[in-house]
């Protein structure tokens, strides 16, 4: 008589534990326990999505580049420079520009973005001086993806 006393105080005081989880004031226990299993399910899902959510976060870590990316193509007009960053790369215009007067590139038309990411499509033309040096695609990348690591250099100390 007295196990019987036992367990059903021990069962009523688990019941109480399982409604106390939810705030059930069910008095069924097949309400509670479907309440609970319910909740279980939810519980799932949003770990679920945690997860994922969590492992989209690492792999975008892990594919983040801080490079930009840099293209260079002879036109009729001179040169057409893209430099597109993942982020917005403050203070490299500066340095891409530096790299622009340095090689005697007039600027004829010029597209910049620096909001969530660094957007550049410029247009430049050499300047009509006395420079002996031919400008071509190859050199032109080459001073501008200097310029870029210079960035770099500076923006990570």
Not at 30 to 47: G, M, P, W
Request: charged share 25%; with cysteine; glycine share 4%.
């Amino acid at each position: 008589m007295v196990s019987r006393v036992h367990k059903r105080t021990a069962m009523y005081r688990n019941l109480q534990l399982l409604r106390s989880i939810r705030y059930s004031h069910s008095r069924a226990r097949a309400s509670v326990l479907l309440e609970l299993s319910n909740y279980i399910q939810v519980l799932k899902q949003k770990l679920q999505e945690y997860n994922q959510l969590t492992l989209a976060t690492i792999r975008k870590v892990v594919d983040y580049d801080p490079m930009p990316k840099l293209e260079v193509e002879t036109q009729e007009e001179g040169f057409l420079i893209k430099v597109l960053g993942q982020s917005s790369c403050q203070g490299l215009l500066v340095f891409i520009l530096e790299a622009f007067e340095e090689l005697g590139l007039d600027v004829l038309q010029a597209r910049v973005s620096c909001a969530e990411s660094f957007s550049l499509e410029a247009l430049g033309n050499k300047e009509n001086n006395e420079d002996i040096r031919p400008l071509d695609a190859q050199l032109v990348e080459q001073v501008v993806s200097q310029a870029i690591q210079n960035w770099r250099e500076v923006s990570q100390i």
